[in-house]
């Protein structure tokens, strides 16, 4: 008996270890590695982000065209996923079943982690600072990190890092641009995010409102709005999916 119960034992504790295991590979954080395969490894992403890159500058090149004092003008940035590739810190919590969605380990990131530039990012940068246009930073990254932020653009050769052209959160992103247009004109906007561009974006209505907004604003998607690709996190994250019903 006592041997027959050790067995059972044995096999109930494989059992458990099994299962225990495979909750692990099964853990719902799981769920976001396709995304985030897609962000960080396709080439796709890679192509997608060069090209909107390209067509910003031609773009921004077209709007100055029109304008004489430079000094006056201002392309306001979203910095991650917009110019900063965070997804080594997304991968890392998602393999370790951690929900990087609660942003708990967002600040030791921007402290200790080392996002890498997007593709085209710098060298978008770098032409606009070329023709003296001032180029802002705003980015809802924790001010008390400001130090670290400014030290990561430094250090990743991108231009104007200054104090007061990166503005982090505190004032809501419209406050942080109205502030910016009391003394220049913003000609362009750009983000992974739709509140990056509009403040009319910044609400908790669900995806089929915001895509109607897109609709209603469709003039200023690839004119003075350039949106970046975001598959790893986002408002629409909890937006119901569609499936085709077969007669
Ligand atoms: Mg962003």
């Known amino acids: 008996m006592k041997k027959r119960h050790g067995s059972f034992l044995a ?6 270890a099994t299962s225990s295991v495979q909750a692990k590979d099964i853990c719902q954080e799981k769920s976001y590695e396709m995304a985030l395969r897609y962000q960080q490894q396709s080439a796709e992403i890679a192509a997608l ?7 910003a500058q031609q773009r921004l090149a077209t ?15 979203d910095l991650d996923e917009t110019i900063l590739d965070n997804s080594a810190l997304l991968v890392r919590d998602m393999q370790n079943c951690h929900d990087y969605t609660s942003w708990d380990t967002w600040s030791d990131w921007e402290i200790n982690g080392n996002p890498t530039l997007i593709p085209g990012a710098k060298a978008f940068i770098d032409y606009a600072n070329s023709q003296n246009v001032n180029v802002y930073y705003v980015s809802d990254r924790y001010n008390e990190n400001k130090k670290y932020t400014m030290q990561t653009l430094t250090k990743l050769g991108l231009p104007q890092v200054k104090d007061d052209h990166v503005l982090l959160y505190g004032l ?6 109205d502030n910016i247009s009391k003394d220049h004109q913003i000609i362009m906007l750009m983000g992974d995010s739709l509140p990056d561009v509009s403040a009319q974006f910044k609400n908790k209505k669900d995806t089929h409102y915001n895509r109607d907004l897109v609709k209603k604003n469709a003039k200023h998607f690839g004119a003075d709005w350039i949106v970046f690709p975001n598959a790893s996190y ?3 994250t909890k937006a119901k999916l569609n499936a085709w019903q077969e007669k």
Not at 63 to 77: E, P, R
């Open 234 to 236: 986002g408002a629409w």
């Open 49 to 55: 982000r060069l090209q909107t890159y390209h067509f």
């Open 63 to 77: 709007i100055l065209q029109g304008k004489k004092d430079h000094n006056k003008l201002a392309v306001v940035m």
């Open 172 to 177: 809501s992103k419209q406050q942080r641009r």
């Open 11 to 16: 096999v109930a504790l494989l059992i458990a």
